[in-house]
């Protein structure tokens, strides 16, 4: 199936994100995303504080760097350090954790290298040192840390890492304060550790979204296997098992004063129709009946099953038997609207079936004294 669209079942579910395993890409289809979101994003916005509050302290231990290339600037850059981006590193630290659209958070946390390398190009731009050509070293340093040690997502990085770079041209012929091969060699040399340094975040991130998927389809695949077990193979509706599991549900989760109701159901003279027309006659038959009383069955506290080898049952919580009759009377209809010929049957010569209905409330009775 196409991975644009959205599955409408657990299956197709399963089918795409198989599909979307195989491949190598970064980006999933809007739909996955929004899931990836939901599943990962809170936990994401943790790590993503926790990293930049040890990013911020690693970044006030190079105030040293000032003190020996640019001592002319130290107050300048002790400002900027500790009165303007550390306070915003914290903030968006603790911004990070709150719930964010993954849009905000890659803003927010894209914003703090940038900040750093605004900081290290004003101090640039403002000393007299003729040491200050080594100090721009620490532009190219500032990404490569934070794009290998930071958490950030790629698309996050990768603007960020950009604009220091148009930044840091912008700075160099604003200010002329280098020899022109000095300041090509500090641009070739950030661009190229931009470009290193996102390409193994891209890698890192391809690995770990790689990795969900694959958690997903595992855990998808265990559901699946879950629902066949609970499934009839030929009619698709659930099986003995399915009910019992829904059923424990149901009296466990319930109010003890809610309604509940089961109609059971066998085909008439079954035995007959197979030995005139055949087991796969049968079969079919089975099959049209079972998907004509779960379409009529679709509502969300009904559970239709085969119970037996021509007995059905549906299993109705939060109704009480009277509307439980009217139900029953209209699957009885149903039966009847296939027109399924049948020259053994006692009736209009056409396939037809026997109902009992019984209901109570969850506290006053089980399962098997409804079904018995």
Sequence with gaps: MDGSVEPNSERELLIAVEDLASRRRLAFPVWLERRFEAETGARYGQLLGED???????YNLFIVGDFMLTPDSVRLAAGLHFLAVTPVMLTVARICRKPLT????????????????????????????????HYLFFVALNAA??????????????????????????????????????????????????????????DRERDFRRA??????????????????????????????????????????????????????????????????????????????????????????????????????????????????????QLRAAVFALNLVHAGAQERRIVSASFGVAGGTIGECGLEALAA
């Design 52 to 58: 930049l509050n040890r990013t911020a302290i690693y």
């Design 145 to 202: 840390t934070v794009n290998t040690s930071m958490r950030l997502r790629h698309r996050a990085a990768t603007w960020a890492t950009w604009a220091t770079l148009l930044l840091l041209v912008a700075t160099l012929i604003a200010t002329q304060k280098i020899p022109i091969e000095v300041a090509v060699m500090q641009v070739f040399s950030f661009a190229v550790c931009g470009r290193v340094t996102l390409r193994s975040m891209a």
């Design 102 to 133: 993954p849009q905000a958070r890659d803003i927010a946390g894209g914003s703090i290298p940038f900040l750093i390398a605004c900081q290290i190009l004003c101090v640039f731009a403002f000393t007299a040192s003729p040491t200050a050509s």
């Design 212 to 329: 969900y998927l694959k958690t997903l389809r595992d855990r998808l695949r265990i559901a699946d296997i879950d629902a066949e077990a609970n499934r009839d193979p030929l009619t698709g509706v659930a099986n003995r098992r399915g009910l019992e599991i829904a059923a424990r549900a149901a009296w466990l989760d319930k109010d003890r004063t809610a309604p509940v109701a089961v109609i059971l159901f066998d085909v008439d003279r079954f035995k007959a129709y197979n030995d005139l027309y055949g087991h796969p006659a049968g079969d079919l038959c089975l099959k049209k009946i079972a998907a004509a009383a779960q379409s009529l069955l679709s509502r969300s506290d009904a559970l239709f099953v085969r119970y037996g080898g021509e007995e059905f049952l549906a299993l109705l919580t939060g109704v009480a038997a009277g509307q439980a009759e009217a139900i029953a009377e």
